[in-house]
Every structure is written in C-alpha cells, then in structure tokens.
C-alpha cells in the first residue's frame, strides 16, 4: 500500500506539471505503464472515453495547442490508502476557437478526480467534469 501523504503531494505535482504544459516523458513519469484514465460523460465529451497512456499523452499534446494558459485550484484533497480524491476548479484560457468560444475565451469546469496509485504512479484515474455554461 502507497503513503497516502505521498501519493497527494505526487497528484499535487501531476496537477502542477498539466499547468506548466508538460506532455511526452515529463508527463509520463506520473503514470504506471498501464494506467487507464476514464472520463465520465461532459459537454465536450458526451460520451466519455477510456484511454491509456499513449492516448493520454495525444490529449496533452492537443490541449497544448488548444490552449495558451491553464490553471488548477484544488479545491479539497482526500487520501485513504492507495486513492487520492480531489475537487479542483480548473480554469482555461482558449488558444484557439472550441465549442464556439473564440480564442482568448476562458473556459471553466469544476471537477472530481479519483486516482489510484501503485508505488508512486498513477495506476488509473476517474474524472467527473462539470463545464460552466458558455
């Protein structure tokens, strides 16, 4: 079983490296090879999606370029053995024209993020998010 006081400070990072716009192998460090991420149905993506790490690592590829800043707030983290459970409001800042908003438009969602850990990774994570109206 993983510290629970680790495995918040290591999501603490993962949020943090998102933020400062890491992808490929900065981004990577903070997975298992297996890790599997579940969204769970949103305005942008209806039908939710499972992906692993190869497709993780495309979506941070893509946001970079749809987006020119980010921000994550954690709102209240919890730990309990190997899963850290975090409330954030996340704050986007449009690189380009999405879902009808143009560039310059911010984006808000607040979100809940599951993470499961196995020795210092991210073995999985569950994302429940909520997008502002535009």
């Given amino acids: 079983m993983s510290n629970p006081s680790d495995n918040i400070e ?3 990072r993962y ?6 716009g890491a992808t490929g192998a900065t981004l990577a460090q903070f997975f ?11 305005r942008l993506a209806p039908q939710g999606s499972r ?8 979506a941070a590829e ?3 370029k749809a987006l020119s800043s980010q921000h994550y707030e954690i709102k209240h983290e919890v730990a309990g053995g190997d899963t850290v459970a975090l ?3 996340w704050v986007g ?3 380009i024209s999405v879902a009808g908003l143009s560039a310059g438009s911010q984006m808000r969602a607040h979100f809940a993020a599951f993470l499961e850990f196995r020795d210092g ?3 999985a994570q569950r994302n429940y998010d909520c997008y502002h109206p535009w």
């Fill in 10 to 12: 290591i999501a603490r």
């Fill in 15 to 20: 949020l943090k490296a998102i933020e400062q």
């Fill in 32 to 42: 298992a090879p297996n890790v599997v991420m579940e969204l769970f149905p949103n």
């Fill in 51 to 58: 992906s692993g790490l190869a497709e993780m690592l495309e």
């Fill in 62 to 64: 893509r946001g970079q």
């Fill in 87 to 89: 409330e954030v409001l």
């Fill in 93 to 95: 800042t449009l690189a």
């Fill in 121 to 123: 990774k991210i073995l």
